[in-house]
Structure formats: structure tokens, C-alpha cells
Nanobody, 127 residues
Framework: QVQLMESGGGSVQAGGSLRLSCGVSGYTHENYCMAWFRQAPGAEREGVAALWTGGGAKYYGRSVEGRFAVSRDSAKHTLYLQMNDLKPDDTAVYYC????????????????????WGQGTQVTVSS
């Protein structure tokens, strides 16, 4: 069974930075998708970034492109999300997600396509 565990959330002022981590276990091969989603109170779950382990392709949501960067340490089985120039609108619970997928990642607009989820970590950005 695939398991995901996020860490690294917290509170920061606007313009600051945070790095989230997501440890993954349970995969027996190296062709799967890892992604970050977020959900603010009263809002739908929003795709932030994704990375396909098979070839390293990366995908970003339009609201974070240029400010956030997704990366992976394959030796540590860990996915990262570096968040820079944070804005109050980035405040949300951030979730790590994963899906066994060949040739890329399910679209970030389709959170229902991701089978495995972490418990979430809170990010709060104050103005």
C-alpha cells in the first residue's frame, strides 16, 4: 500500500518562503506521478504542481507558476515543494498525492484521478 506523509507547513509573512516535503513508500517501481494540491476553506481542491518520476516532467498550476518549484530526491523517496514569494491567497491545507501512471501525470484539474493522499499540512500566509 502506498503511503504519503507531508511535513514543512507553517506560518509565514507575505513575500516569504516555505518548503514542503512529502515522503512516499510502497511503490515497487519508478513510474508514478507525485503531486501537490491545496484546499482553502470553502474552496475546491486546487492542483499546485506535479512531477512524473519516470522522466522528470513537471507541471504547475497557473496561480503558482514562477513562484513554486517541485522537485524530488529519489534516494530519499521524497517530493518537495519550494514556495517562494508567498501570498495570503496561498493560505490553505497542502496535500501530497500520488497515482500509478505511465507517461506523465493526470491533469492537475482532476484531483479525483489521484488515488493516494497524505494527511495534509497547513500553510498560512499573513499580509
Amino acid at each position: 500500500q502506498v503511503q504519503l506523509m507531508e511535513s514543512g507547513g507553517g506560518s509565514v509573512q507575505a513575500g516569504g518562503s516555505l518548503r514542503l516535503s512529502c515522503g512516499v513508500s510502497g511503490y515497487t517501481h519508478e513510474n508514478y506521478c507525485m503531486a501537490w494540491f491545496r484546499q482553502a476553506p470553502g474552496a475546491e481542491r486546487e492542483g499546485v504542481a506535479a512531477l512524473w518520476t519516470g522522466g522528470g516532467a513537471k507541471y504547475y498550476g497557473r496561480s503558482v507558476e514562477g513562484r513554486f518549484a517541485v522537485s524530488r530526491d529519489s534516494a530519499k523517496h521524497t517530493l518537495y515543494l519550494q514556495m517562494n514569494d508567498l501570498k495570503p491567497d496561498d493560505t490553505a491545507v497542502y496535500y501530497c498525492a500520488s497515482q500509478d501512471y505511465l507517461g506523465g501525470c493526470p491533469a492537475l484539474e482532476t484531483p479525483y484521478a489521484y488515488e493516494f493522499w497524505g494527511q495534509g499540512t497547513q500553510v498560512t500566509v499573513s499580509s
